[in-house]
């Protein structure tokens, strides 16, 4: 594992002066839910839709993360970009390919509609071709701005797991094809071939 530098947080841009009313949490819900898409700073960007290999790395890391939450009641856990709020103004939401709430954070589960605007306690991306690493990064940043223990990033070209964490010492692990991921800090008890996430 090697430590290496945590992504920086970029600070909010200054919203634009004049122009239209600024984009709500509850009017971008209202007219986006169920899109793909993230806000960058009131502005609605479309999220490109997942290549097959993109697509089976989530189903795996949902079958062996959310199936380590749902099977120990540990809280809720969703996939398929589901909405991170970063920031309300200017409106900043992030869509994370796998996402986990603890009970402390989302103690009514799943809502029936709109989404936990808590921070999460863990956030999963998986590295597409479509993305560059300064993307990445930047989601990184965002999700440990807002709080989240552990951001876990996983590179099908290097077959590699990466978790950051906003603390000095080692702010990144790298976890190998051969090597076990943990996550002790946000899900004690769990293990698992970093190879099973890209078979």
Same mark, same amino acid.
């Given at each position: 594992m090697t430590p290496a530098t945590t992504p920086a947080t970029p600070a909010p841009a200054p919203a634009p002066p004049g122009g239209p009313a600024a984009l709500t949490l509850d009017g971008f819900l209202d007219r986006y839910a169920g899109a793909y898409v993230e806000v960058i700073d009131g502005v609605v960007q479309e999220i490109p839709m997942p290549q097959p290999r993109h697509g089976a790395i989530c189903l795996n890391?949902?079958?062996?993360?959310?199936? #380590?939450? $749902?099977?120990?009641?540990?809280?809720?856990?969703?996939? @398929?970009?589901?909405?991170?709020?970063?920031?309300? &103004?200017?409106?900043?939401?992030?869509? /994370?390919?796998? %996402?986990?709430?603890?009970?402390? @954070?989302?103690?009514?589960? %799943?809502?029936?509609?709109?989404?936990? !605007? /808590?921070a999460p306690d863990l956030c999963v991306e998986v590295v597409s071709?479509?993305?560059?690493? !300064? +993307?990445v990064f930047t989601k990184v940043g965002e999700y440990l701005g807002i709080g989240v223990p552990a951001v876990l990033v996983l590179d099908p070209d290097?077959? !590699?797991?990466?978790?950051?964490?906003?603390?000095?010492?080692?702010?990144?692990?790298?976890? @190998?094809? &051969? &090597?076990?991921? !943990?996550?002790? &800090?946000?899900?004690?008890?769990?293990?698992?071939?970093?190879? $099973? #996430?890209? +078979?």
């Open positions: 890391t949902a079958i062996y993360v959310g199936g #380590f939450i $749902k099977q120990n009641g540990l809280g809720v856990v969703c996939s @398929n970009d589901t909405f991170v709020v970063i920031r309300r &103004d200017p409106l900043r939401v992030r869509g /994370a390919d796998v %996402v986990y709430w603890s009970k402390a @954070n989302a103690p009514d589960g %799943v809502p029936a509609a709109g989404m936990i !605007t /808590a071709p479509t993305n560059t690493w !300064t +993307e290097t077959l !590699t797991a990466s978790v950051y964490r906003d603390r000095t010492g080692t702010p990144q692990q790298v976890f @190998n094809r &051969d &090597d076990t991921l !943990t996550l002790p &800090d946000v899900l004690p008890g769990f293990a698992v071939q970093v190879k $099973k #996430f890209f +078979e």
